[in-house]
T-cell receptor, first 112, second 112 residues
Framework: LAKTTQPISMDSYEGQEVNITCSHN???????ITWYQQFPSQGPRFIIQ???TKVTNEVASLFIPADRKSSTLSLPRVSLSDTAVYYC?????????????FGTGTLLAVQP | SQTIHQWPATLVQPVGSPLSLECTVE??????LYWYRQAAGRGLQLLFY??????ISSEVPQNLSASRPQDRQFILSSKKLLLSDSGFYLC???????????FGSGTQLSVL
């Protein structure tokens, strides 16, 4: 079962680029990497998903090195509203169980 | 488009009382369904997941149970609630073998 490790918390200021790294040393060949954002008292919201190299959408970029043992979520020019917990999720397709277990997440605090 | 409904939004129950939380998904068929729990200030704990009607996998042995009587209906139950059952309960769905989860709005359960 793939397990993820993230920093517990990060601080940033408005307008800065924020990079949150996730370690997943035991990722299986068929596993994708998915990132979520969660605000208090809400369910997590999908941000971005990738398999390898770089993926970009309207809110973030995801960088995945060739060995896929880590990934980095990049948030460009953060604002106060980006203060949230960010989760990296790696599936268990290698075990074909559909079991999706979240790590501890990273609390991003954006200051004015 | 797909939607997920979860109710109730808040619930206050005495210790020893029963529990029933319901979740339904619309606009898709044969989804994977998940129940997560989040204690205050903590991460997401996977409780149950289901890949089909009547198929339930339990991740945490406890006094909770889950059932999937219909393809797009997932129910979380307890015969006797404990104080430690308090938390934020989230239902989610995904396509099979896909880590892109869609969450409901959650139920805040307080056991007193």
């Amino acid at each position: 079962l793939a397990k993820t490790t993230q920093p517990i918390s990060m601080d940033s200021y408005e307008g800065q680029e924020v990079n949150i790294t996730c370690s997943h040393n035991n990722i299986a060949t068929n596993d994708y990497i998915t990132w979520y954002q969660q605000f208090p008292s809400q369910g997590p919201r999908f941000i971005i998903q990738g398999y390898k190299t770089k993926v970009t959408n309207e809110v973030a970029s995801l960088f995945i090195p060739a060995d896929r043992k880590s990934s980095t979520l990049s948030l460009p020019r953060v604002s106060l509203s980006d203060t949230a917990v960010y989760y990296c999720l790696v599936g268990d397709r290698g075990g074909a169980t559909n079991k999706l277990i979240f790590g501890t997440g990273t609390l991003l605090a954006v200051q004015p | 488009s797909q939607t997920i409904h979860q109710w109730p939004a808040t619930l206050v129950q005495p210790v020893g009382s029963p529990l029933s939380l319901e979740c339904t998904v619309e606009g898709t068929s044969n989804p994977n369904l998940y129940w997560y729990r989040q204690a205050a200030g903590r991460g997401l704990q996977l409780l149950f997941y289901s890949v089909g009607i009547g198929q339930i996998s339990s991740e945490v042995p406890q006094n909770l149970s889950a059932s999937r009587p219909q393809d797009r209906q997932f129910i979380l139950s307890s015969k006797k609630l404990l104080l430690s059952d308090s938390g934020f309960y989230l239902c989610a769905w995904s396509q099979p073998y896909n880590e892109k989860l869609f969450f409901g709005s959650g139920t805040q359960l307080s056991v007193l």
